[in-house]
């Protein structure tokens, strides 16, 4: 069966953006919406639109939470938005393109300065 996309469309917004609900409204598959979103930019713009909206809304309870001092919310804060000033759990260092990275390590010739 063939699905319109006006019909995707009142679909994806009676569910604000939700593809696996609005397929069920539908009765058809995910990948079918998938498949028209890749296809036509009004569909994926209602997705993104709804998306955005979602997390914009998550980001002021994140930011509510900061501010009451909840510390899973600074820990989570400093480890996503904070990444680039250092806090973070693991950081890796690669060369150009995800290559190796070459150290060369230089020692004084005084044999108690080596560790």
Same mark, same amino acid.
Request: glycine share 8%.
């Given at each position: 069966?063939?699905?319109?996309? @006006? #019909?995707?469309?009142? @679909?994806?917004?009676?569910?604000?953006?939700?593809? $696996?609900?609005?397929?069920? @409204?539908?009765?058809?598959?995910?990948?079918?919406?998938?498949?028209?979103?890749?296809? %036509?930019?009004?569909?994926?713009?209602?997705? =993104?639109? $709804?998306?955005? &909206?979602?997390? =914009? +809304?998550?980001?002021?309870?994140?930011?509510?939470? !900061?501010? @009451?001092?909840?510390?899973?919310?600074?820990?989570?804060?400093? &480890?996503?938005?904070? +990444? %680039?000033?250092? $806090?973070?759990?693991?950081?890796? !260092?690669?060369? +150009? #393109?995800?290559?190796?990275?070459?150290?060369?390590?230089? $020692? #004084? %010739? &005084?044999? #108690? =300065?080596? !560790?």
């Amino acid at each position: 069966m063939a699905y319109r996309t @006006a #019909d995707i469309l009142k @679909a994806l917004e009676e569910t604000h953006g939700m593809i $696996y609900l609005a397929a069920s @409204a539908l009765g058809c598959s995910p990948h079918t919406i998938y498949r028209h979103a890749a296809k %036509n930019p009004k569909v994926q713009g209602v997705i =993104d639109s $709804y998306r955005g &909206k979602l997390v =914009d +809304k998550a980001e002021l309870k994140l930011e509510q939470a !900061v501010m @009451a001092g909840e510390p899973w919310a600074v820990t989570l804060t400093l &480890k996503s938005l904070g +990444k %680039n000033r250092g $806090y973070v759990e693991r950081q890796e !260092v690669t060369g +150009k #393109d995800g290559e190796g990275v070459t150290l060369k390590v230089i $020692y #004084d %010739n &005084k044999p #108690d =300065d080596r !560790v």
